[in-house]
């Protein structure tokens, strides 16, 4: 056993507000479901929806004229919506889709930057009963093929900045009926049959409330998760999730009314949307968006002037907030920030040590998956964290570590991180996989595909990955996905594609090339293999390490073995070898 760092909390009285979770063993014993479900929706009145329960259910309330979004732009444009601004406008929306003759459950995708608008369209859509997909705005033609071609969207909302990686595409997207324009900048842009400007189209529907028909049950919006094999598979959930994120945003989070909530996730991501639209709003707190990406000093300076209080970040951006150097932080105020959470990959010790000198505050590590929908173990407020330790369960969430006959194994012991299904935010299908998502589900658990151990006080730390899915910066990428991408390079023959540790982002994206007869090996070819890739799938898609190879090592079915290419890499026994070619 590891010695253990732990950091102990201070009395409630010590705390800038009282958190929600003073008692977690005792809201552990009595959580139950349908009571979080009572504190949102009332059956004899309410449509079950969650843009109802984000947005139009606070518009009844003192909240109506809260701010519920702060927006600043990449040009220092700032813009701020309340919650009656948004009802409005996703009231626009959806009376727009309904006069566009879009149906209830047709998949509407919204592939625009961290703009306002893109909010509003995936609430207008949710609102309006459509089944919403968010995209990286990062992404290439062929990501973006993927996930459209597999969930037969009908709808994509994008701008003049992006529409020319759809185009690219959109021949071989047969379901794709309409491309709402954002013009936001106003450049100038002539629509062709198949658009609509957004402008435009918001400004002819009414913004008379549209009433949510949409159940429990029905799905409401699906994000594309990578696997080992096949291409990204749609994970897709419903209204119902709501209650998850809604206590997780509350007791995991510590969201509080008068909280500025920033989360600095993309809605590509799911943390974007769990806890970038619907854990902070279901609460009702205010939430800043911002348009750009990551720099160290803009981030301090974002804190310093919205006064955010709560953070919800990620282990990869706190790295580099700490690669930027101590006295950068010094240089702001960032006495308003109260509780830090972190997600996406394992939060280093080191991490938290340098958050408490930094903010004066530990960073609290929380664990979930997109096929999880909500934190399922995290660090709260009040328990004792343990340096390097994901946390506890969830009040609601049964955790467990089993063998490969679903027994839970000893104290200590490495096994298969599992949860007990079902529960709200539990994720109901892979899109057009009913095979996959089954196999998901054995002897009564769902296994997560990490590997993880539990101490004797019930913390559950984390081990690795059971499969070769790759988290690079807290994306997780499928080695497939970048092989595909490779070998549509005229000059590769075949690609094998590995996680390379790394200390900033984790993992690296390494691959290995063999070059079809004519090419040969070079500094430019590589580079050039690079980009391509980059512009086809995405920036953080791309391998940032390429070694040119004569051949690739092969199962005797053919498959790349890439566990072999990752031994070889890291200097590590090669193991089994008996499935190797010849
Ligand atoms: C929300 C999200 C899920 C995978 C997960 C695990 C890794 C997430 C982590 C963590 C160690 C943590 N992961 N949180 N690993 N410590 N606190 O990240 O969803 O993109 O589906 O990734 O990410 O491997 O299985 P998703």
Not at 45 to 54: E, I, M, Q, S, T
Not at 172 to 180: E, F, M, R, T
Not at 373 to 397: E, R, V
Request: net charge positive.
């Amino acid at each position: 056993m590891r010695p253990t760092r732990v950091i102990k909390k201070p009395p409630v009285t010590k705390f800038k507000t009282t958190p929600n979770l003073t008692n977690y063993p005792l809201l552990y014993s009595k959580l139950k479901w349908p009571q979080i479900e009572r504190e949102l929706y009332n059956a004899a009145k309410d449509p079950y929806n969650l843009a109802h329960f984000c947005i139009d259910r606070h518009c009844t309330s003192s909240r109506k004229n809260k701010a519920a979004l702060f927006w600043e732009g990449t040009d220092a444009r700032r813009e701020v919506y309340t919650f009656y601004d948004l009802y409005r406008q996703t009231n626009r929306f959806a009376n727009a889709l309904k006069s566009q003759g879009v149906r209830k459950g047709d998949r509407v995708f919204v592939f625009l930057d961290r703009i306002p608008e893109l909010y509003i369209s995936l609430f207008g859509g949710l609102k309006y009963g459509a089944v919403v997909g968010p995209l990286f705005s990062a992404f290439g033609p062929d990501a973006i093929w993927d996930r459209l071609y597999d969930s037969g969207a009908k709808v994509v909302v994008t701008s003049p900045e992006l529409v020319g990686r759809l185009d690219e595409v959109r021949s071989k997207l047969p379901a794709l009926k309409k491309v709402i324009i954002v013009n936001k900048k106003h450049r100038p842009f002539e629509l062709r049959s198949h658009e609509i400007s957004y402008e435009d189209m918001m400004r002819k529907s009414p913004e008379t409330y549209f009433k949510p028909h949409t159940s429990k049950s029905d799905f409401s919006i699906m994000h594309y998760t990578s696997g080992t094999t096949g291409k990204p598979k749609g994970a897709a959930h419903v209204h119902g999730s709501i209650s998850c994120q809604y206590a997780t945003a509350k007791y995991a989070l510590d969201l509080q009314e008068n909280d500025i909530y920033w989360c600095t996730a993309d809605p590509g991501w799911v943390t974007g949307t769990s806890y970038g639209m619907f854990g902070p709003w279901s609460n009702g707190i205010s939430m800043l968006v911002y348009e750009g990406s990551f720099n160290a000093e803009k981030w301090y300076h974002l804190i310093e002037q919205y006064r955010v209080t709560a953070w919800y970040t990620a282990p990869t951006a706190i790295r580099m907030l700490m690669k930027a150097g101590d006295d950068v932080p010094k240089k702001y105020d960032l006495s308003s920030l109260r509780h830090i959470t972190s997600v996406g990959e394992p939060l280093n010790p080191e991490a938290i040590v340098w958050g408490l000198k930094a903010f004066g505050l530990a960073i609290h590590d929380t664990w979930w998956q997109t096929e999880t929908g909500a934190i399922m173990i995290a660090n709260y407020p009040t328990l004792p964290i343990k340096l390097g330790s994901m946390g506890k369960p969830f009040p609601g969430i049964r955790a467990a570590v089993i063998d490969k006959n679903g027994r839970e194994v000893a104290h200590e012991t490495e096994g298969d991180l599992a949860l007990k299904p079902p529960w709200p935010s539990m994720f109901k299908i892979y899109w057009n996989k009913d095979d996959l998502y089954r196999s998901k589900f054995q002897k009564g658990w769902y296994v997560t595909g990490d590997r993880a151990w539990m101490d004797k006080e019930g913390y559950f730390w984390f081990v690795g990955r059971a499969d070769d899915v790759i988290n690079t910066a807290g994306h997780l990428v499928g080695p497939f996905e970048v092989e595909s991408a490779l070998i549509e390079h005229p000059a590769v023959a075949e690609a094998g594609v590995i996680g390379k540790p790394d200390p900033e982002r984790m993992e690296i994206i390494k691959a290995f090339v063999s070059l079809k007869a004519g090419y040969t090996c070079s500094t430019a070819l590589a580079e050039e293999i690079k980009k391509f890739v980059r512009t086809r799938l995405a920036a953080h898609a791309y391998p940032r390490e390429i070694d040119f190879v004569d051949s690739l090592p092969k199962t005797r079915s053919g498959k790349i073995m890439r566990r072999l290419l990752k031994a070889r890499e890291l200097g590590l026994p090669i193991g089994d070898t008996s499935t190797l070619e010849e």
